[in-house]
């Protein structure tokens, strides 16, 4: 994948916390919530203006809840702000070179009304019930995943007192061996959480500022 | 050169709470807890100096629950030695005596894990504070670390906001924190750091909640229950409800007055009942914390000595009466309207006073917290209300500490505290080795 693409889906899912939902051509289409959010790339070497707000009003033709295009910087003398803001379309500027802080939205989308009035209410119950069906499926899963859960840990302190009388006895080397290497694994599993905390690469990057 | 493995064993954090001191190294997956109290060893008998070391005796100071409880029999006169430090996160400047306490917890905190490693070169210590926590008690807090290096070894000490610490803790870079504490209630937006502009705090809290469950007692009958603050605050736990809306709830509670009817055991023979004529009143134990702005609540306020007005802390309002959606309105207003949306993307509920549970069957009427606040932005911006998500945290207790060690792992080491940014770390021996 183009890596310019990948840093606004990485932005557009890390920093603004979307979910990626996956591509349609050039557009990329995320989920806000419940809304749909499509970003349009058009990463090219060389911008033609009159291409640059053809594929801006293409944007205007989707079933969007809020629509972005993303460009290089050299994009950016084509860019009449007006146009995008009045459009209330989003513009996503990137900049690979400078990694995922080379993300950078200059406008940000309005949010749309969706045509609903395509929609007949036959596809409208259609999706209803199946937004329905997902909502309970999840909720079944859910109940199931905490049953689950309180079994195991009956079973587990059921077990655990049944061995209580066997730890009267030495435990076996083994077992200690487990144990720390259990401990030490807990201890990794906490460390490498610490290290992924998006937090530390902004703070990280605090040093980087302060230096220049 | 301090690296990134040597953070990971050897950052140490402490939330300094209101009511209890959180604090322990990072490689702790939960934090050790005290009261953040001490006793002062004063009017001590001669027959009881004598059993008490001489270091303990000389320092005339002990914290942590267990020794207290050793000497608090010792003290003859216990309101005025039990010192707790701490009042809405907020040492006074003048106060000696809270000082004194802090530094004896500080110290107690960081003596429970000695160290002999040859290659320690002493703890990077991130403590978390109060929001509204003036200049004056980050100075006074990194004094005692200074002195305190003499005996324990400290490389560097660094402060964060609690808000802050929560929202790292949640891994939260876009949010707005309420946290909801005993004596007040912060509402800090966050976008990559703490938009300090946009700080709003309420002058109530838990406390509130329990002053008018004290008030209803007192109406049923239980006037000498109601002067216990531990009992009052087990029935205000067991008791009290959030209503979806105040109204609707009384005015169903009082139709039908069996549903609400519950019974509180204190002990084997103690037992408080909200009979069928004051089950309603359980609606307003939960209410006054996010809106008192009601009728039935400002009768029970003015016939009762609670007072829910205005105060001032440095230079930041404390709002008496103000709602909780408001609040946060007025937070979000203060932040660039280019960020606004991204930081009420979601909203984070933090602390005790924001812990409620929905009795089973009741779910018509009361509500947690996350869905009161839902209800309350949906009431007040329906628009605002439909783009945000509500959350609470999954840790109550222990978030704010995790988020300072993970602040204290990440900050660079590179940062020296700067007094306006409120950022970077006190090389506690003055210059960096």
């Known amino acids: 994948m183009n890596f310019a693409k990948l840093l606004v889906i990485r932005y557009f899912t890390e920093t603004l916390g979307m979910k990626y939902a996956g591509e349609d051509g050039d557009v990329l289409w995320f989920e806000d919530g419940l809304n749909k959010v499509a970003v349009k790339v058009y990463l090219d070497e060389v911008y033609e203006e009159a291409e640059l707000y053809k594929r801006a009003g293409a944007l205007l033709g989707l079933s969007a809840a809020k629509v972005y295009l993303a460009v290089l910087p050299d994009a950016v003398p084509f860019i009449d702000t007006r146009y995008f803001k009045g459009q209330g379309v989003g513009l996503v500027v990137v900049d690979p070179s400078r990694g995922l802080e080379g993300v950078d939205v200059k406008i940000f989308a309005k949010p749309r009304q969706i045509h609903a009035a395509a929609a007949n209410a036959g596809r409208l119950a259609e999706t209803l019930r199946a937004d329905l069906q997902s909502y309970i499926d999840e909720q079944m899963k859910r109940v199931e995943s905490s049953l689950y859960e309180r079994l195991k840990r009956y079973v587990d302190q059921r077990l655990e007192e049944l061995r209580r009388p066997a730890a009267a006895m030495p435990p076996p080397q083994p077992q200690t061996a487990s144990r720390a290497e259990a401990r030490q694994e807990a201890a990794q599993d906490r460390a490498s959480s610490i290290v992924q905390n998006e937090w530390v690469r902004i703070l990280r990057s605090k040093a980087g500022v302060q230096g220049a | ?433």
């Open chain 2, 1 to 433: 050169m301090i690296a990134d493995a040597y953070r990971l064993k050897y950052t140490f954090g402490i939330d300094y709470g209101t009511s209890y001191t959180k604090y322990g190294p990072i490689t702790l997956s939960e934090p050790r807890v005290v009261h953040t109290r001490g006793l002062f060893l004063r009017d001590l008998p001669e027959s009881v100096k004598m059993r008490i070391p001489s270091e303990v005796l000389s320092r005339g100071i002990v914290v942590g629950d267990e020794e207290v409880r050793n000497y608090l029999s010792s003290v003859r006169d216990v309101q005025r030695n039990l010192k707790y430090p701490l009042r809405d996160g907020i040492a006074r400047k003048d106060d000696d005596d809270a000082w004194k306490v802090l530094r004896e917890l500080t110290r107690y905190s960081l003596a429970q894990f000695p160290v002999s490693d040859p290659d320690f070169n002493g703890w990077l210590v991130s403590s978390a504070l109060s929001a509204l926590a003036p200049d004056y008690m980050y100075k006074a807090l990194f004094d005692i670390f200074t002195e305190l290096a003499g005996e324990i070894k400290i490389y560097a000490v660094t402060v964060v906001p609690q808000p802050l610490a929560v929202a790292i803790a949640e891994n939260a870079v876009n949010c707005i924190i309420i946290e909801g504490g005993h004596g007040n209630i912060q509402i800090a937006p966050i976008s990559f750091a703490l938009i300090r502009e946009g700080l709003v705090a309420l002058n109530r809290g838990g406390a509130e909640a329990n002053a008018i469950t004290r008030e209803i007692l007192k109406d049923m009958g239980y006037s000498d229950i109601a002067r216990e603050e531990y009992a009052v605050e087990i029935i205000k736990r067991a008791a009290g409800l959030v209503p979806r809306n105040l109204k609707d709830a009384i005015r169903v509670a009082k139709s039908n007055p069996e549903r609400f009817v519950t019974k509180v055991k204190l002990s084997p023979v103690v037992e408080v009942e909200f009979t069928k004529e004051y089950a309603w009143a359980r609606f307003m134990i939960g209410e006054i914390i996010f809106n008192p702005n009601h009728e039935e609540i400002k009768s029970y306020i003015d016939q009762s000595r609670i007072r829910i007005e205005n105060a001032v802390i440095g230079d930041i309002t404390l709002y008496g009466e103000m709602d909780l959606a408001s609040a946060v309105i007025t937070s979000l207003r203060s932040v660039s309207v280019e960020i606004q949306e991204r930081v009420a993307s979601q909203i984070i509920l933090s602390g005790g006073a924001l812990s409620w549970r929905v009795p089973s069957g009741l779910e018509d009427v009361a509500v947690d917290s996350v869905t009161k606040v839902k209800v309350m932005l949906d009431e007040r911006n329906p628009e605002l209300a439909s783009r945000t998500g509500v959350r609470i945290v999954s840790e109550p207790q222990h978030s704010a500490w995790r988020g300072a060690v993970i602040y204290g792992y990440a900050l660079p080491l590179s940062l020296e505290w700067s007094d306006s940014a409120k950022e970077g770390w006190y090389f506690v021996h003055g210059s960096r080795t």
